[in-house]
């Protein structure tokens, strides 16, 4: 592991701490995942109502965080509403095959661990 971890040319430098910073909380990976389960964009309320459990506050954050990472794309159209749709972008799209092996690994180990006291 130390080899994925080691950077040669400075301390505050890592890619695999950039990205667990960025995707590493649930909301981000789980928009992912529901965006990458679509072939076609979603509309704000339609990410929501995938998730469940997400607030809107939480959800415009994470949405903006995976923006400025280049990781989804945001298409607004000048109707009336205003529309938005969300979609993966390349970059995005290239990350779902990891993000799928995690989530295959946590369902089969998991589920292994003791219920939480209390």
């Not at 964009?41 to 109502?49: A, F, I, K, L, T």
């Not at 009336?80 to 690994?105: C, F, M, Q």
Request: hydrophobic residues 40%; aromatic residues 8%; glycine residues 6%.
């Amino acid at each position: 592991m130390k080899v994925f971890l080691k950077n040669e040319e400075s301390i505050d430098f890592c890619p695999v701490r950039d990205v667990f910073d960025r995707i590493g909380n649930k909301w981000a990976m789980m928009i992912v995942l529901t965006l990458g389960q679509t072939n076609h964009p979603m509309r704000y309320h339609q990410v929501q109502e995938a998730i469940g459990d997400i607030s809107q506050k939480m959800l415009t954050a994470t949405l903006k965080h995976l923006l400025e990472d280049g990781l989804i794309a945001r298409q607004m159209y000048p109707e009336i509403p205003p529309r938005v749709d969300y979609s993966l972008t390349a970059k995005g799209e290239s990350l779902l095959p990891h993000l799928y092996n995690l989530a295959a690994w946590a369902n089969e180990h998991m589920r292994e661990r003791s219920p939480k006291a209390g």
